[in-house]
C-alpha cells in the first residue's frame, strides 16, 4: 500500500506561482516509485503535467507545462513536490500526485495509488 497525503493550492493570479506537495505516508519511501502528477480540469479528464522517475534522476513534462513546472523531491522529507510558476487560466483544476505502476508515464491507467487531489484556481 502506497500512502499519498497532499497539501498547497489554492487561488492565485495569472503569472503568480504555486507549490504542491505530495507526502509519502507510512512506509512507503520516495527512492521506490516514479511519482507523476496530473491536472483534471473542470469537465475534462485527467490530464499528464508530469513525473519523476524512481531514482529522481529525470523528469519528463507535457509540453503545456515545459518550462514553467518542476518536479523534485525531498528524500528527508520523504515528499515529492510540483513547483509552478506563470501560472495560466487554463492550469486551473485539481492536481493528483499518483505512484507508476508500469508502462507509459503519460497514461492515468498506469498509476495505481492516488492522493486525495488539490484545488489550483489562477483567475485571469
Known amino acids: 500500500q502506497v500512502e499519498l497525503?497532499?497539501?498547497?493550492?489554492?487561488?492565485?493570479?495569472?503569472?503568480?506561482?504555486?507549490?504542491?506537495?505530495?507526502?509519502a505516508g507510512g512506509r512507503t519511501r520516495v527512492s521506490n516509485y516514479a511519482v507523476g502528477w496530473f491536472l483534471q480540469a473542470p469537465g475534462k479528464?485527467?490530464?499528464f503535467v508530469g513525473v519523476i522517475t524512481w531514482n529522481g534522476d529525470s523528469t519528463y513534462y507535457a509540453d503545456s507545462v515545459k518550462g514553467r513546472f518542476t518536479?523534485?523531491?525531498?528524500?528527508a522529507n520523504n515528499?515529492?513536490?510540483?513547483q509552478m510558476n506563470r501560472l495560466k487560466p487554463e492550469d486551473t483544476g485539481?492536481?493528483?500526485?499518483?505512484?507508476?505502476?508500469?508502462?507509459t508515464y503519460d497514461v492515468s491507467r498506469n498509476y495505481d495509488y492516488w492522493g486525495q487531489g488539490t484545488q489550483v484556481t489562477v483567475s485571469s
Open 45 to 47: 479528464e485527467r490530464q
Open 79 to 82: 515528499t515529492w513536490y510540483l
Open 5 to 23: 497525503v497532499q497539501s498547497g493550492g489554492g487561488l492565485v493570479q495569472a503569472g503568480g506561482s504555486l507549490r504542491l506537495s505530495c507526502a
Open 71 to 75: 518536479i523534485s523531491r525531498e528524500n
Open 94 to 103: 485539481v492536481y493528483y500526485c499518483a505512484s507508476h505502476r508500469l508502462g
